[in-house]
Nanobody, 125 residues
Framework: QVQLDESGGGLVQTGGSLRLSCAVSGGTFSSYAMGWFRRAPGKEREFVAAISCSGRTTYYSNSVKGRFTMSRDNAKKTVYIQMNSLKTEDTAVYYC??????????????????WGQGTQVTVSS
């Protein structure tokens, strides 16, 4: 059974930084493409970033490009997202997800096979 556990969320002021982690157990981590999504109150889950299984390819939503950086450590079976210059509109529950199709970096919720429970990020002004 594949399990994803996010951590690193919290409360931060506008302009601050946070790094989220997602540890994966079970399955074959190095063969999964990984993604980060978020859901703000009253909104649908939206794509944030994705990374291929090798880590060589990353893909970001326009809303976070240039501020967020996604990475992975296959030896530790963990993905990260470094979030800088945070804005109040970044407030959301952040989810990591695993895609068994290793080569793609998809922005579609439907592409992902496994999901974590989420971690809350709150950005205050």
């Amino acid at each position: 059974q594949v399990q994803l556990d996010e951590s690193g969320g919290g409360l931060v002021q506008t302009g601050g930084s946070l790094r989220l982690s997602c540890a994966v157990s079970g399955g074959t981590f190095s063969s999964y493409a990984m993604g980060w999504f978020r859901r703000a109150p009253g909104k649908e889950r939206e794509f944030v970033a994705a990374i291929s299984c090798s880590g060589r390819t990353t893909y970001y939503s326009n809303s976070v490009k240039g501020r967020f950086t996604m990475s992975r450590d296959n030896a530790k079976k963990t993905v990260y997202i470094q979030m800088n210059s945070l804005k109040t509109e970044d407030t959301a529950v952040y989810y990591c997800a695993a895609d068994k199709v290793s080569w793609r970096s998809s922005n579609l919720v439907s592409s992902y096979d496994y999901w974590g429970q989420g971690t809350q990020v709150t950005v205050s002004s």
